[in-house]
Each structure stands twice: as C-alpha cells, then as structure tokens.
C-alpha cells in the first residue's frame, strides 16, 4: 500500500494556521491531528504544558512536547500514513525548535537529536508556514492569561518568529506564506503549492 502524504502547518499563534490546516484537510479527505494534545496521553500533558501556574524550566517544556510528539506519531501519525491515508497537522517538530530553541533559548543540536529520537523517520512532505508580524497577532488574539506561552513576552514571540523564518530558508520543503493578507488570499496561495503534491500517488 502507498504511504499517505503528510503536511504540516506551522506558525506563531493568531497566524491562521489552523483554520487553513483544517481546510486543507477536509479538501484532501485527510486526517487532521495537532500537536500537543491530540491523544488521551497528550491532553494530559497539554494541561501541564501550558498551565502559567505550573513552573518549569525550558529543557523540562520542551522534554514534555518531545514526549507528547513521540506519542503521537507512533499512535496517530505513522498508522495513518502507513494505511495509505493523507494527514494534516497543526504544529509538529519544528514548533519545538521555533519555541522551547529559539524562543526559550534550549540547545538546537540538543533539541534536534530530541527530536529524531522522539519521531525516527517521520518527516513532513511540506511544511506551510503563515507567517504574519507579531503585532497583526496580537490585534488578532484574545491573550489567555492562563496560557505559558499567551503570558511570554513580545520579544519571545519575535525570536519564535524569526526562528520559524530560518528554519524555512534552510529548508526545500518548506512553504512560506504571508499570513497579513485576507484569508482567502492566503488560501489561494496554499491551494496552489499543495496541488503540486503527488497527492494521486497516495
């Protein structure tokens, strides 16, 4: 059986990237997951994760993604793929590199052998990344102030930011999309790379 395609979409919170990983889902007949907590394990350590009242240290935040991201793929990802079927997440690796590495300043190299360890050979097909300026997020967003990440400062956001648009230009899978203009310009632009996908392949 053919393996599935796999995309990702990835961003700095209020960018859109859910609603557009969600479409591009349901367009493609694709399972849709996200990250962290979409298993029973998951949202358990979602709480802990984003839980401003529960102290931790960076490596520690960044233990508990890599340990939700394990779990997830073997459970919800690679069965998925491995059946033949296309799937869309919200966030994957690249969130903790962007976050707990360039945000939280926790060791790259660190954080990438992490990282392999946690998902072996699962790599994203293509990785869209909505890329909007911190202060159109902020207009966008309700801050919960209950939220580890919402209560960050702007300047960690910027270095997130900034972290997500390096890790693009390294990289030849990688999409980028200018998430200030409307939502169906954005949508416009994503359908048309995603369409170049071997998606009959699948």
């Known amino acids: 059986m053919t393996r599935g395609l796999f995309l990702v979409f990835e961003g700095i919170d209020a960018s859109g990237k859910s609603t ?46 890599l340990a939700d991201r394990s779990h997830h793929v073997a459970s919800v990802i690679e069965p998925a793929l491995q059946s033949g079927r296309h799937v869309v997440s919200d966030r994957f690796f690249a969130s903790t590199l962007a976050y707990q590495g360039y945000g939280r300043g926790v060791d790259l190299n660190e954080l990438m052998a992490a990282t392999d360890l946690a998902i072996g050979t699962c790599r994203p097909d293509l990785t ?28 960690f956001h ?18 980028v999309v200018d998430g200030s203009k409307s939502e169906d310009e954005v949508a416009t632009l994503i359908d048309e790379r995603v369409a170049s996908l071997p998606w009959r392949h699948a």
């Open 20 to 65: 557009q990983a969600r479409r591009i889902a349901e367009r493609y007949d694709a399972v849709f997951t996200f990250e962290p907590g979409d298993t029973p394990l998951g949202k358990d350590l979602r709480k802990w994760l984003l839980a401003d009242l529960t102290p931790m240290r960076p490596e520690t935040e960044a233990l508990l993604m």
């Open 128 to 155: 869209v990344l909505i890329d909007v300026h911190i202060d159109v997020a902020n207009e966008r967003r309700e801050r919960d102030l209950r939220d580890r990440f919402e209560t960050s400062d702007l300047d």
């Open 158 to 175: 910027q270095r997130v930011r900034e972290g997500y648009l390096e890790i693009a230009e390294r990289s030849t899978s990688w999409f």
